[in-house]
């Protein structure tokens, strides 16, 4: 599945960082909506599989050559992307809550803010 719903509906012209924001904007709503529904929900599993997917690509575009942050920050986000992929696996298995995911794409969502 796409990390953008309806994605004919992007506009052409965003900036990077206003995307980014805008993705973790939409799937941190749906982890809060789905959140309510427990652990084993599908619309939980869902929501925590769109949040992979996102923490995901990032990773792969931190992990490229190409990428132009600094190599600091850039290990720092990888770790970051690892551990929400082990929180993750223990949400869907009720052995978490969702709301350190949350918090998490929350302060991204800060930085990419300013």
Request: charged share 25%; with cysteine.
């Amino acid at each position: 599945m796409s990390l953008h719903e309806h994605p004919s509906a992007l506009p052409v012209d965003e900036h990077p960082r206003r995307t980014e924001h805008r993705l973790f904007s939409e799937i941190t709503r749906g982890l809060m909506s789905a959140g309510a529904s427990g652990a084993g929900s599908p619309d939980l599993h869902y929501a925590v599989e769109r949040n992979c997917l996102l923490w995901d690509t990032l990773r792969r575009d931190l992990e490229s050559e190409a990428n132009w942050l600094a190599p600091e920050l850039k290990a720092k986000l990888i770790s970051l992307a690892l551990w929400v992929e082990r929180h993750s696996a223990e949400v869907v298995t009720g052995e978490a809550e969702v709301g350190p995911l949350i918090a998490v794409n929350r302060t991204i969502m800060e930085g990419l803010s300013t």
